[in-house]
């Protein structure tokens, strides 16, 4: 069981918003406690559903040194998950957590024993919170879906550092729209799941923004079109903390052409 080897960056981020920010005791809290990412079929069948679970792992597996992934409500196990974060991290630990020590994040539409986080979309939008199931949806529309990623990544985060945080509570029961930006009865939602034609789009610096970018136009199952992607440099392996294209044995990768075989690999957009 080990951090990544590109971790330094998460301690520079960290002790930016942890009071009181001690190295040893932030290595400390991450090695103490396990995640448990559960997952139904809901979760495996729905392309909102697999959009979050992708995300979510490549985000967990770059900061938390073991993982348990946990199929329930009678879903199949998913060797694709571990093999994503094993080769995010392949010092990290794929194994049941252990007991009194589980941080568990639950994606679909089963409800687990004990506290939990849930995570979950629809279309446009994203949700989060402790008050049970969410569900994902079968769109293709992948902005709720990653975004509820990362909200579920969040409140992960507050489970081992909440007191050290300006706001480090829970969400209960949070809907963000990605589409008005808005929150819970105030968020629109609205997609028809017409095909859209991109056209030429140019996407200048495929740094942590441009990673995003990418991941997320490769999983919009509708899009069509021409990304121009563009950036001169290598991959750095300080950089790998927040690159979630980037795999640990593409150290040395081209940027663009690591964007670019992402993208073309994924969906019907031309890089």
């Known amino acids: ?45 729905t392309s909102e559903g697999q959009a979050t679970l992708d995300l979510l792992v490549r985000l967990v597996a770059r900061l938390y040194p073991r993982i348990e992934f946990r199929p329930i409500g009678g879903a199949e196990r998913s060797p694709a998950l571990e093999d994503r974060a094993s080769a995010t991290n392949p010092g990290i630990e794929i194994a049941a957590a252990r ?12 409800r687990v024993r004990g506290k939990a986080i849930y995570v979950g ?6 949700g989060v ?7 994902s949806h079968d769109s293709g529309n992948p902005f709720g ?28 029961d949070a809907r ?13 939602n609205d997609y028809g799941g017409t095909p859209v034609d991109l056209g030429l789009i140019q996407l200048i610096g495929v740094g942590a923004i441009g990673n995003a970018v990418v991941w997320a136009l490769a999983h919009g199952s509708s899009l069509s079109g021409t990304l121009e992607i563009i950036d001169p440099q290598a991959l750095e392996l300080s950089n790998h903390q927040r690159y979630i294209l980037a795999e ?21 957009i031309q890089a």
Not at 121 to 126: G, R
Not at 176 to 188: C, G
Not at 248 to 268: G, N
């Open 145 to 172: 879906a990653g975004a509820a990623a990362c909200l579920g990544a969040a409140n992960l985060f507050r489970i081992y550092f909440g007191d050290r945080l300006e706001r480090g509570e829970l969400d209960r």
């Open 99 to 110: 007991k009194g020590k589980a941080a568990t994040l639950c994606v679909g539409k089963t």
């Open 248 to 268: 640990r044995k593409e150290e040395t990768a081209v940027k663009a052409d690591l964007a670019a075989a992402f993208l073309s690999a994924r969906s019907r």
């Open 121 to 126: 979309s629809e279309y446009w939008i994203a």
């Open 176 to 188: 963000l729209s990605l589409l008005n930006f808005a929150t819970n009865d105030r968020a629109t």
């Open 129 to 135: 919170g402790t008050a049970g199931p969410i569900g």
């Open 1 to 45: 069981m080990a951090l990544a080897d590109y971790f330094d960056r998460a301690h520079e981020g960290a002790a930016q918003i942890l009071h009181g920010y001690d190295r040893a005791e932030f290595e400390r809290r991450l090695y103490d406690r396990d995640v448990v990412i559960a997952y139904d079929g809901n979760a495996l069948e």
